[in-house]
């Protein structure tokens, strides 16, 4: 079973940085790709940015230009710098890992690590 654990999530003025770790018990090569999601109150699940296999990025257009997501497979993490938050970037980050099983996918999530970002 793989795990993802989460780190750095915290209270942060607006302006401010926070960088997101997510450790893999496993090697990120095994997954199709890696990412960021984030659900803040009474929204859905959303998608912030991911990194495929191959390193190709994709960024949800309301974080393009302010945050970074980057890997180091020595370690088997993933990071999310965040730069220039914003109230609105107040919400629980999860990581996601996909792999794919034949002609299934499976998903794994870590537990999640709360950023608020204050006005």
Do not use: H
């Amino acid at each position: 079973q793989v795990q993802l654990v989460e780190s750095g999530g915290g209270l942060v003025q607006a302006g401010g940085s926070l960088r997101l770790s997510c450790a893999a018990s496993a090697s990120i090569y095994s997954f199709n790709g890696m990412g960021w999601y984030r659900q803040a109150p009474g929204k859905q699940r959303e998608l912030v940015a991911d990194i495929t296999k191959s390193g190709r990025k994709n960024y949800a257009d309301s974080v393009k230009g302010r945050f970074a997501i980057s890997r180091d497979i020595t370690v088997n993490t993933v990071y999310l710098q965040m730069n220039s938050l914003k109230p609105e970037d107040t919400a629980v980050y999860y990581c996601n890992a996909e792999e794919r099983d034949g002609l299934e996918y499976i998903n794994y999530w870590g537990q999640g690590t709360q950023v608020t970002v204050s006005s």
